[in-house]
């Protein structure tokens, strides 16, 4: 990296392992530069929409009339996937890296991870000191310890900003409430707290500003990712969640059957069931997988949203006009196809393909457009079924 920053300059690195990363980067601007960074062509954005000055109320950013000549460290924090990646560092003027950028590894799951520590403050007049930035992050916990002195005219302070707003002193009066930690109360003491913001997964900002020459003892955040535990539908709560792929095997297979042959005998539902698991083994162009063929598109009426159906096997036991052999058709297909999914019947046919037909010159078109290298094997009404290769 060049230390002197005039034009924009593309630092490309390698990623072995994929995980969430810190860069860290610190550099300092004069007067009339700025300089502005680019991660992975993510164009970091003001807090501030109504702002014409692309730097000034940028958090992730070096403005030189805010820094006077004084360093400012930022930490990007972001997850990033096994390959290559980039950051671009955009001047406006000319900027300079005091540090060479550090990318390291964090790993979530031991808890709090220290960012930073023992970083004391050059001397400053109320000015940008760190920022910490989260990209597509969650923000749930801060541990923040600050030490600052007490001095005889301008006592060392320190301001926190969460996302744009200033977290307030509220031990202090109007004129230091902007201020959380301050000499004045402190008096050369090391304070720590604790912040619990809980900011949804995101862009966010955390930012010190620092008066004097305060000390960070340590800044700790918390990046455990926590999934949500879906709810697994249930013959008696099938519910959709939302996504099929949450249901389990007897689950979709059961709104399958459920959707198409609801009024149907018990036999029609066995060999509905079977067609699925024999497209599954067909070693044809189906998935190899009860879901992957059920949910291939184009395949199912009833799982097709435009279908009426799609209404009736999202919510089994709960939609429009439901009855009480509807009901009872809906427990039959579960137990049909829990009975399939786990071995507890045999396969009564090879069928790959069925269809109800009203008219025998729908019968005729079926079967030289849908399965024309198909064999008939059985009716059940007005239900036929069908093996083919494809």
């Known amino acids: 990296m060049p230390q002197k920053i005039t034009t924009p300059h593309t ?30 062509g993510l164009a970091f954005k003001s807090l501030s929409p109504k702002t014409k000055n692309e730097y000034f109320y940028i958090p992730p950013t070096w403005n030189g009339k805010e820094l006077k000549g004084t360093s400012k460290t930022i930490i990007f ?28 590894l964090l790993d979530p799951s031991t808890g709090s991870i220290t960012l930073l520590e023992d970083l004391q403050s050059e001397a400053r007049n109320c000015q940008p000191w760190v920022t ?33 707003t200033i977290q307030k002193n509220t031990k202090s009066i109007w004129r230091g409430k902007n201020w959380f930690w301050r000499g004045q109360q402190l008096r050369g003491r090391t304070e720590i707290n604790n912040f619990y913001p809980n900011l949804p997964t995101g862009i966010h900002y955390v930012e010190l500003w620092a008066d004097g020459t305060p000390i960070l003892k340590s800044f700790d955040i918390s990046l455990e990712i926590t999934k949500p535990t879906k709810r697994v539908p249930t013959v008696n709560n099938p519910e959709w969640t939302g996504d099929f792929l949450d249901d389990p095997e007897e689950m979709i297979l059961a709104r399958l059957i459920f959707g198409e042959a609801n009024n149907q005998s018990n036999e029609v539902k066995e ?19 009860i879901h992957g063929v059920i949910l291939q598109k184009g395949q199912y ?90």
């Open 301 to 390: 009426d009833p799982f097709k949203k435009t279908d009426p159906t799609f209404l009736k096997i999202i919510n089994p036991l709960h939609y429009e006009n439901i009855g009480a052999s509807d009901k009872k058709s809906w427990y039959e297909c579960y137990e049909i196809a829990k009975s399939i999914v786990f071995g507890k019947t045999s396969n009564p046919t090879k069928a790959t393909h069925f269809n109800s037909f009203d008219k025998q010159e729908d019968v005729e078109w079926y079967e030289e457009n849908i399965v024309p290298k198909g064999k008939f094997i059985k009716k059940f009404g007005d239900v036929y079924f069908y093996w083919s290769p494809n």
């Open 132 to 164: 910490v930035a989260l990209v597509n992050l969650p923000l749930n916990t801060l541990d923040i310890s600050i030490s600052c002195q007490k001095k005889f005219l301008d006592s060392d302070d320190v301001k926190l900003i969460i996302d744009g």
């Open 11 to 40: 630092h490309n690195f390698p990623i072995t392992s994929s995980g969430i990363y810190s860069i860290s980067i610190t550099a300092t601007c004069t007067k009339k530069n700025s300089l502005r960074i680019e991660l992975d």
């Open 271 to 289: 060999w509905v069931g079977w067609s699925v698991i024999n497209r599954t083994k067909a070693n044809s162009w189906w998935p190899d997988n």
């Open 77 to 104: 924090i972001a997850k990033l996937s096994k390959g290559n990646h980039n950051f671009t560092l955009i001047p406006k003027g000319e900027a300079e890296l005091i540090l060479e950028p550090k990318i390291t």
